[in-house]
């Protein structure tokens, strides 16, 4: 292959590598918005996110599409058609990462229109939000530097969120059994934690097919032993 | 190419199409075993339930694997292209539908454990089981015989699945200030129904996929009036 070509083709990689990113950070910023807008009661920043959630699914179309493309034009092996892939399967996770925002937001917006309530505080689901931002982050950050360690934080990661959310959850039982005229605000509370538990189960995901992609085998579905084996340096035994 | 090549090749898709059939099956017979043993009050079948869900993620890596291997070796175009992705996003779907499964049987079986009630009737979940098993069924079916008007129909009918879900959380809602004491019930219930509602959500996605394979389009976040336009005959202008 001449090497124009093969400088062509690392460029149109990089690029949808890029797009990625950017989608990633569209994404943050999203769930941020949801979470500020929400502790605000700031309907009109909960409706943009509603709306933007469309820029979110035009990157997946676009990049999906541009994947395609890459494969029917290059026909690319190994690495990077293991590039390819791990890009379109991101995506849908990210696509649904953005999805859970935009039920937050909804949440929000439909609780303040009620306006039974005074701004309520949220207090748990903020903590669990910015755990699960984090975790995001750690995995967008493992993708741009092919770093497959993260998979093993994230999947211990993801276990404490589904712990605070099984907590959280708890608490909101308690406190529907106490005064039933919280119960409106309990179950919707309930639905933007669990919105952000799978958050995490998405960032998860995303750091497995990092794994996928710099060591050629798929770890999902595995335990966190297997996985611990799969990622990190092995002792001499 | 010579011909008994591109024989081999047909087989090979031919394959990997049987086999997303294949656990596009076994996932229905989760859904339906989930759903007769939460009826039933039958933890033993509940626990097989939750233990044969590796069965499906089991399938999910397989195919994933062939398909990569497809792209690979054969470096498919177009059509074939087509199908290959599909096949790599429907197998996640199904796989997710298979998660769903699992944690009907998981709150079956913790609610039958703790033993605290009578074997309640989940009337409403089990009216919603059956539609999102149909529209489960008319996805595969669609995929099977390469139908994209299947797309139209489910996007109705999962307009109409939330809004069962809507309703039931309504009524859970009225029972639980009625009386706090079922408050666990109705939580357990409302899970119950919202891993139903996803399950039609994912039934939808695999719809969608199969208009991209037969038109080339991508339908997903696209309203219902596109995607008639898109999928359905046309009356001549």
Do not use: W
């Amino acid at each position: 292959m001449p090497d124009h070509i093969s400088k062509q083709f690392d460029m149109e990689l990089e690029n949808i590598r890029t797009r990625v990113l950017q989608m990633g950070g569209l994404v943050e910023q999203q769930i941020r918005a949801a979470m500020e807008a929400l502790q605000d009661g700031d309907i009109d920043r909960l409706d943009r996110v509603i709306t933007d959630d469309a820029k979110v699914n035009a990157f997946e179309v676009e990049i999906d599409e541009d994947c395609q493309h890459i494969i029917a034009r290059r026909q690319p092996a190994a690495s990077d058609l293991r590039m390819v892939i791990t890009v379109i399967k991101t995506i849908t996770d990210l696509e649904r990462i953005g999805d859970e925002a935009q039920k937050i937001a909804r949440v929000g917006r439909s609780l303040y229109q009620s306006s039974r309530y005074p701004t309520p505080r949220f207090r748990e689901a903020d903590k669990m939000a910015k755990s699960a931002l984090a975790m995001l982050h750690r995995a967008l950050d493992a993708f741009a530097r092919l770093d497959p360690t993260a998979a093993v934080e994230l999947a211990e990661e993801d276990v404490m969120l589904d712990e605070d959310y099984a907590s959280e959850l708890r608490s909101q039982i308690t406190y529907m059994m106490e005064d039933p005229r919280t119960i409106t605000l309990s179950i919707d509370t309930l639905f933007i934690c669990k919105a952000i538990e799978r958050i995490g189960d998405h960032a998860k995901n995303i750091s497995e097919y990092v794994v996928y992609l710099v060591k050629g085998k798929d770890i999902r579905h595995t335990t966190l032993e297997d996985k611990k084996r799969e990622t990190l340096p092995q002792e001499p035994a």
